[in-house]
T-cell receptor
Framework: AQSVTQLDSQVPVFEEAPVELRCNYS??????LFWYVQYPNQGLQLLLK??????LVESINGFEAEFNKSQTSFHLRKPSVHISDTAEYFC??????????FGAGTRLTVKP | NAGVTQTPKFQVLKTGQSMTLQCAQD?????MYWYRQDPGMGLRLIYY???????DKGEVPNGYNVSRLNKREFSLRLESAAPSQTSVYFC??????????????FGEGSRLTVL
């Protein structure tokens, strides 16, 4: 079965600084990759996804992630974060179509 | 715009008690899911229902049962609650093939504590 490892449990950063949240996956077959965001006391929301085609995918609020097949990674980046980006971020992978595995999450805290 | 609605939002049980978590969606989605979220472990799939009338086990089904009551509703039952089932439970729904598209819509969660 596929699996996901998020390399950082917590990432503190100052407002307007760049950020990278790291995600590695393992799978013996082709994968679909996702990033979800969870704001306090809410459910998860899909942030962006890689299904096929361009390896660089973007969200509407300035995040981007790059699928790197050779390094089995799907890191999430934003060049300049805002206070409102404070949330928990989950990387997820689907390989078989019968399951979606989530990472343990990275808590991003943006400080003023 | 209700989306996915879960009840109750909070529940405290004693070991051995039973309870049912209710989930309803108003998006006419075919597929529905139950996940549990534990600190340091992310979300783990308990059961899912790819379409009305079908249910399948996920990664951690032991101790749980589900019922897809109709297209809108998908309930999760704990027959004999154990402290290990203390968790936050999320219901989600999607169009068919949600694991391939990633377009899962989540409810706000139900926080369950088993003493």
């Amino acid at each position: 079965a596929q699996s996901v490892t998020q390399l950082d449990s917590q990432v503190p950063v100052f407002e307007e600084a760049p950020v990278e949240l790291r995600c590695n996956y393992s799978s013996s077959v082709s994968v679909y990759l996702f990033w979800y965001v969870q704001y306090p006391n809410q459910g998860l929301q899909l942030l962006l996804k890689y299904l096929s085609g361009s390896t660089l995918v973007e969200s509407i609020n300035g995040f981007e992630a790059e699928f790197n097949k050779s390094q089995t990674s799907f890191h999430l980046r934003k060049p300049s974060v805002h206070i409102s980006d404070t949330a928990e971020y989950f990387c997820a992978v689907s390989a078989s179509g019968n399951d979606m595995r989530f990472g343990a999450g990275t808590r991003l805290t943006v400080k003023p | 715009n209700a989306g996915v609605t879960q009840t109750p939002k909070f529940q405290v049980l004693k070991t051995g008690q039973s309870m049912t978590l209710q989930c309803a969606q108003d998006m006419n989605h075919n597929s529905m899911y139950w996940y549990r979220q534990d600190p340091g472990m992310g979300l783990r799939l308990i059961y899912y229902s790819a379409s009305e009338g079908t249910t399948d086990k996920g990664e951690v089904p032991n101790g749980y049962n589900v019922s897809r009551l109709n297209k809108r509703e998908f309930s999760l039952r704990l027959e004999s609650a154990a402290p290990s089932q203390t968790s936050v439970y999320f219901c989600a729904s999607s169009e068919a093939g949600g694991f391939n598209t990633g377009e899962l819509f989540f409810g706000e969660g139900s926080r369950l504590t088993v003493l």
